[in-house]
C-alpha cells in the first residue's frame, strides 16, 4: 500500500465522528493530464472538512498526508514565565475573558512573551502545549525567510532573479515572462488565480491534485496553464501558487537537501525550536510554501522571537543584512482590514507585523514592545475569527507593556 493511500485511510479514521465530506463537491476543472480518479491537492481535501473535522484533524496533518520532519536541535531556547496577565478583551460592544474568547472562536492555543518571557499561555479544546497544530500560510512567511538565507549562501542570486531561472520549464508558458522572485514574494506576479477559500474547486484547491509528467510537479504544470491578469508588479493579489513555486525554486537549489533540511539548519535549530516540526508534501515530494507546516504553539512563538531579534539575533547569521527589515515593509498599502503586505508579512497599522494563516493562524510582532503573540484556532469560517483576533492581540499586547487598551472604552 503506497504512503498516500494509508493517508486516506488515516483520513478516513481520524473524519469518522463527522459526517464525510460530500465528494461531489471536491470535483472540478483539473490540471494537464491528471487522471480522473487521482487523488485531489491536501488543501483542497482540508477545504472540504467540516468544522468537527477541523479541529481534530488540525493537530494530525502528519496521518493524513505525506509530509517530511523538521528535526529540531541539541538546545532549546528556554521561555521563563513573566509576570502573567489576563486581560479583557473588548469585541462588539462586549468584554470577554481571553478563555471566553477562545471558547467563542474556537481557538486552540494563545501564548504571548515579553521580552521573550511567557506572560499568557492558553489551551483548549484538547490541545496540550506538546501537540502540533498546522500553520496555513503562516508557512509562506517561513518560505520567504528560506528564500532570504539562501540568497545569503549565494543559492539564489538575487530576489530580483526571474523565476524561470530556478524553474525553466515556466519559460514556455507567457504568463510568466518578466515575473520575479520579488514579484512571487510579495504575491503581484500578475497571474489569473483563485484563491476563494470556501471553494474547493477553486485553483487554490486543484493545483497539486495531476500527476507527476517527464518528471515536472503537477504543481508546475498547473501554473504553464495559468494565464496573465495584470502586468507583473502592477497588482497583489493574494494566492498560494506563488509561494508553492518559491519553495520549488529553493528545492532545486538545494544540492540533494530538501527544503525541510534547509528549514532545520537555517532557523528551526538557530532559533532553539523544542520539537520537531513536520511540512506537508507536493506529490513530487516537495514541502508546500504556502501551507502546511506542523509545529508547537511555543515553537511559533519562537519564530517570532527569531524575526524580532533581526540582525543581532540567531537571524543575523542566516539572513542578508537588513532582509528582516525590508520583509516587513509594505510593498502594498494597507487594505479595509487594516493590513499591508511586506514580503510574505502582513504589516498592520497598529505597529505590528505577522504570519498570518486561514482558519485563525498567526505569529504577531510589536517591535516597540517587545512582545510576540502566537495564536492557533479552528475558525468556522476558513479567513478565520476577523475582529476578535485583532481584539484580542491588541489587548494581549497592551497588557504585556501596562498599557491601556486603546478599545476598552469603559476604562
Known sequence: MTRFALALVALVVLTSCAPPTNPAQMKGPQAVGVSPDAPKDPIGIMLGWTPDQTITNFKHLDQLFPVRIVPHGASTLELPIGEPIDPIVPVDG?????????????????????????????????????DRWFSASMAKSITSTLIGAAIRDGLIGSIDDPITRYIPELKSAPAFDGVTLHHLITMSSGLRFNENTTDPTSDMALEDGGEIIDGRPPIVSYAMKLTRAHRPGAVKEYQTIDFDLINIALSRVLKGRTVSDYLSEKIWRPAGM???????????????????????????????????KGDLGPAGAVLPAGWIDNAHKPVWPATDNGSGYGWGWWVRQDGGYEAVGAYGQSVTIYPRDDVVIAVN?????????????????????SAAVGRSDPNDKTK
Not at 121 to 126: K, P, S
Not at 278 to 307: H, P, Q
Request: with cysteine.
Open 94 to 130: 462586549r468584554r470577554l475573558t481571553v478563555d471566553q474568547l477562545m471558547e467563542e472562536n474556537r481557538v486552540t492555543g494563545v501564548i504571548a512573551l515579553h521580552h521573550g518571557r511567557i506572560v499568557l499561555e492558553r489551551y483548549a479544546y484538547g490541545r496540550t502545549a506538546q
Open 377 to 397: 484556532a479552528a475558525s468556522r469560517d476558513p479567513p478565520g475569527f476577523g475582529i476578535a483576533r485583532w481584539r484580542l492581540l491588541q489587548a494581549l499586547d
Open 274 to 308: 523544542e520539537a520537531d516540526a513536520n511540512w506537508v508534501l507536493d506529490k513530487a515530494g516537495i514541502e508546500r510554501g504556502g501551507c502546511c507546516i506542523s509545529a508547537t504553539l511555543r515553537d511559533y512563538a519562537r519564530f517570532g522571537l527569531f524575526i524580532e
